[in-house]
């Protein structure tokens, strides 16, 4: 049996991404308890020239609806980059999920033998499709929720592995 592009990313994102849905339901409760600005958690980043909390929510996102569009040859939605609060970041990662869970694996058929192209300003880069999403989407899918975990851990929320994982 093969394992097809769809199976081997698709459903791990749309896990990931609710994994963090439930975790920002913690951050919120979290910093409700302890009386904190939830501004102060979604503006954080680890290091100086690190993007924000809410960024790192952004980028993961755009990166698998556009990662999951161009495999499934469909339109990417556009998000604006907005979100100021932990529901406008809740609702973010609900579109995305519903964005993914919209696209038929069935579109992804014949996608490990097409090139993606992207655009990264003035510089045009190609990728057969399996290297585009095993080298490059989910890599950068998993540093960015990883990133955004870490900022909420490193903030004194209490989560932990399992957390991130989700029931297992």
Same mark, same amino acid.
């Not at 920002?24 to 600005?37: C, F, G, H, V």
């Not at 909390?53 to 556009?66: E, L, M, S, Y």
């Given at each position: +049996? $093969?394992?097809? +592009?769809?199976? *081997? !990313?698709v459903p791990g994102f749309i896990r990931s991404l609710k994994n963090l849905d439930v975790i920002i /339901?913690? !951050? +919120? !409760?979290? $910093? =409700? *308890?302890? @009386?904190? /600005?939830?501004t102060v958690l979604i503006n954080f980043r680890l290091a100086p020239d690190m993007a924000t909390f *809410?960024? &790192? #929510?952004q980028i993961a996102t755009d990166g698998v609806k556009g990662g999951a569009a161009r495999l499934a040859e469909v339109d990417i939605p556009s998000f604006p980059d907005t979100e100021t609060s932990f529901p406008e970041l809740k609702e973010r990662i !609900?579109? $995305? %999920? *519903?964005f993914l869970e919209g696209v038929p694996a069935a579109k992804f058929e014949g996608a490990e033998d097409r090139t993606i192209m992207l655009k990264f300003g003035p510089r045009e880069m190609s990728f057969p499709a399996? &290297?585009?999403?095993?080298?490059? %989407? #989910?890599? @950068?899918f998993y540093f960015h929720m990883t990133t955004a975990y870490a900022i909420l851990r490193? @903030?004194?929320? =209490? %989560?932990?592995? +399992?957390d991130f994982l989700g029931g297992v």
């Amino acid at each position: +049996m $093969t394992l097809s +592009m769809y199976d *081997a !990313a698709v459903p791990g994102f749309i896990r990931s991404l609710k994994n963090l849905d439930v975790i920002i /339901d913690k !951050a +919120m !409760a979290w $910093t =409700e *308890a302890k @009386n904190i /600005d939830p501004t102060v958690l979604i503006n954080f980043r680890l290091a100086p020239d690190m993007a924000t909390f *809410a960024r &790192q #929510i952004q980028i993961a996102t755009d990166g698998v609806k556009g990662g999951a569009a161009r495999l499934a040859e469909v339109d990417i939605p556009s998000f604006p980059d907005t979100e100021t609060s932990f529901p406008e970041l809740k609702e973010r990662i !609900a579109k $995305t %999920v *519903a964005f993914l869970e919209g696209v038929p694996a069935a579109k992804f058929e014949g996608a490990e033998d097409r090139t993606i192209m992207l655009k990264f300003g003035p510089r045009e880069m190609s990728f057969p499709a399996r &290297q585009y999403l095993f080298s490059f %989407v #989910i890599p @950068n899918f998993y540093f960015h929720m990883t990133t955004a975990y870490a900022i909420l851990r490193h @903030n004194g929320l =209490e %989560v932990g592995k +399992m957390d991130f994982l989700g029931g297992v």
